[in-house]
């Protein structure tokens, strides 16, 4: 990457970053509430400790006196054993019980990212960086760890020890205690004005890590493409460029940081002096007693003890609520279904007109739909990261893939002007009868992709409706919804993990023959023969273990597996040869008898063959009929027929 073209989208990104939404205290005490129970056990803890370390100067004290006046010390040494012991021993299991809490409170937000991450609508998906997303559940979550073991948590104890050592001070001597205030309010003062600057440049930090894993991720999961398009250097050097500004992030916190571990030590030092210095005054004047002054000394370094613990955990938590506002982000994201019952309240409440035939399987009434802003923005934001990486490469080309999941129909939308308003499909209207099968067709970026996305509902539509059975999809339970219908997406995504596992996401009951059944019927029985784990066999991550006609044939088989009564695939054999092409459409046909299936082709040789063919244009319905219809009416399908040698 170029230095011309590097500093203009690292100044861009660092403004988001700090203009990103910020945390308080207060967003922390639903975390801290789930473990109410453990926190209220460490404040009885806390308070029994203050109580044992505030009477070690009191009876240190008196063995001093006891000592002048020439008394015997009687139980008093073994009086400070016992409160020394016991400190220490509830110090050590309130260690423990925090060390369990922090533990369980970054659990529990991962529970909660996680849960609601694979909840959200597939537009943040599309306009947000996986690699970002994931940094949140694993690196955000980790610094709440902080907030508990830092000493927030024992801030009880630590604030009865504070009180009760500035009451003993002032009992023993005002005037020398109102000197330790200036010296320790001045420290403090200090310490909260740097702790804003720490809680900005978290926030940044957390920002540039999350970048920098989606850099890792994007670079790690094209390994192939990179290498084989000689890019690595190029990946390397920006991956490294933005692993480089977390790392001046990094220092600047620890610059402020370090600040803070001078100023409790200056104010240790500086009252320790003053203390010894008035304090001696004192004693030789007789306005206090030497044993009065040991254990004012004594009083002060009680004193000190919370105050560097408040000055650590003043850095640890500011560094969390950077954290913390990352994560709270996503929490108050709405999920998919968060206005699932308000649209089909308002649905309900139009009258539906009385269908003048049997309801179609599926049904497009003047469907109209535009993709959200939020997700124009990312392809745009791609497509000029794309172009920048040719530019600086001095590559020729414009192919580089800026399209995620193979959406061709909101990358079109994103390169139209006024991109936010464009619509990908405009009054699109057709109907798909039961057992029918039916097939879409039409040049890249007319909308086909899209029509499949919104039965599925990943989005809705911005105008006119999808009718399921008669019935407005928006109107159905989208679990319910999506049971009914069996999805091979254009990609034919591969999961990590080992055959079994991927046929049996929409079938988890599924038995093995059922399995090997369905596997043999796409044609991938030698999958099954080449490993003698069989259905255990790995298949790699992505499915990288698997050649891409593989990989689409799995995809095919998960579907089937799950028998639903509508089959939605898209271009669900561009990967297979001639032979296994046949062998699939052979197997679809067995499985689709008594199903609707729609499908989406660019060779027109797979769907010749289909009830009805819907040619998409620029969104628009330009034609529909059998093969032999369209080759005679429609000019685009005939033309696409033509180029391959169909007519």
């Known amino acids: 990457m170029s230095d011309s073209t590097r500093p203009s989208r690292r100044r861009g990104r660092r403004g988001a970053a700090q203009e990103g939404p910020h945390a308080s205290l207060k967003q922390l005490i639903p975390f801290l509430l789930e473990h109410r129970g453990v926190l209220v056990v460490v404040a009885i803890l806390s308070i029994i400790g203050a109580v044992a370390t505030l009477g070690q100067p009191v009876l240190v004290g008196q063995v001093i006196e006891r000592v002048q006046d020439g008394e015997t010390l009687g139980l008093l040494v073994w009086g400070i054993v016992a409160l020394v012991v016991a400190a220490s021993l509830i110090g050590g299991y309130q260690h423990y019980l925090l060390q369990r809490t922090g533990t369980a409170v970054v659990y529990s937000s991962r529970r909660k990212l996680v849960s609601r991450i694979l909840r959200l609508p597939i537009s943040e998906f599309d306009s947000r960086r996986t690699g970002d997303l994931v940094s949140r559940v694993g690196t955000d979550t980790t610094l709440l760890y902080a907030v508990l073991t830092q000493g927030l948590a024992d801030a009880v104890g630590n604030s009865l020890i504070f009180v009760g050592a500035v009451i003993g001070m002032a009992i023993i001597d005002p005037a020398l205690l109102g000197a330790i205030v200036l010296v320790l309010g001045a420290s403090v003062t200090a310490v909260v004005l740097l702790s804003g600057r720490i809680r900005r440049a978290t926030q940044v930090q957390q920002e540039k890590v999350g970048e920098l894993a989606s850099g890792v991720e994007r670079a790690i999961g094209s390994i192939r493409t990179v290498r084989a398009a000689g890019a690595t250097d190029r990946e ?216 499949l996305a919104l039965i599925e509902r990943f ?58 059944r369905v596997l043999r019927a796409v044609n991938l029985g030698e999958v099954l023969e080449r490993s003698p784990l069989g259905l255990d066999a790995p298949v790699g991550e992505s499915g990288v273990m698997l050649s891409g006609g593989e990989r689409q044939r799995l995809a095919i088989a998960r579907a089937l597996l799950a028998a639903p009564p509508i089959l939605l695939l898209d271009e669900s054999t561009s990967s297979l040869d001639g032979l296994n092409e046949q062998r699939m459409r052979d197997a679809i046909d067995a499985v689709a008898a008594g199903r609707t299936l729609i499908v989406i082709a660019h060779r027109l040789s797979t769907v010749v063959d289909s009830d009805l063919i819907v040619v998409l244009d620029h969104g628009r319905v330009v034609g529909q009929g059998t093969h032999g219809e369209l080759v005679e009416t429609t000019p685009l399908y005939r033309d696409l027929a033509r180029h391959q040698l169909l007519v």
């Not at 809705?460 to 059975?469: E, F, H, N, Q, R």
């Open 236 to 451: 390397t050097e920006a991956i490294t460029g933005v692993a480089t500004e977390v790392y001046h992030v990094g220092v600047r916190i620890a610059k402020v940081s370090a600040l803070v571990v001078p100023v409790a030590g200056i104010a240790l030092q500086v009252s320790l002096l003053v203390v010894l210095g008035l304090g001696g005054f004192r004693v030789a004047s007789g306005a206090i007693s030497v044993a009065s002054l040991v254990t004012f000394v004594i009083f002060l370094f009680l004193l000190v003890g919370p105050l560097a613990t408040f000055f650590g955990a003043i850095t640890s938590v500011n560094q969390a609520l950077g954290a913390l506002g990352r994560i709270q982000e996503v929490l108050d994201l709405p999920t998919e279904t968060a206005d699932d019952a308000r649209i089909a309240a308002d649905l309900a409440a139009v009258p539906v007109p009385a269908a003048d035939s049997e309801p179609a399987a599926i049904e497009f009434v003047d469907v109209r739909f535009s993709y959200p802003e939020n997700v124009i923005a990312a392809r745009r934001s791609a497509e000029q990261e794309a172009k920048a990486l040719l530019e600086s490469a001095h590559v020729g080309t414009t192919s580089l893939e800026v399209v995620r999941d193979g959406d061709q129909d909101a990358a079109a939308a994103a390169t139209l002007p006024g991109a936010a308003d464009a619509e990908v499909l405009r009054g699109v209207s057709f109907r798909v009868p039961r057992g029918a099968r039916v097939a879409l067709v039409g040049p890249s970026g007319a909308g086909k992709s899209t029509t």
């Open 459 to 516: 989005y809705d539509p911005t105008g006119g409706a999808i009718l399921l059975d008669g019935q407005d999809v928006r109107t159905l339970d989208r679990e319910a919804l999506r049971a009914r219908l069996g999805y091979v997406e254009q990609d034919a995504p591969t999961l990590a993990g080992t055959l079994a596992e991927n046929l049996r996401l929409a079938a988890p009951d599924a038995t093995d023959t059922d399995c090997e």
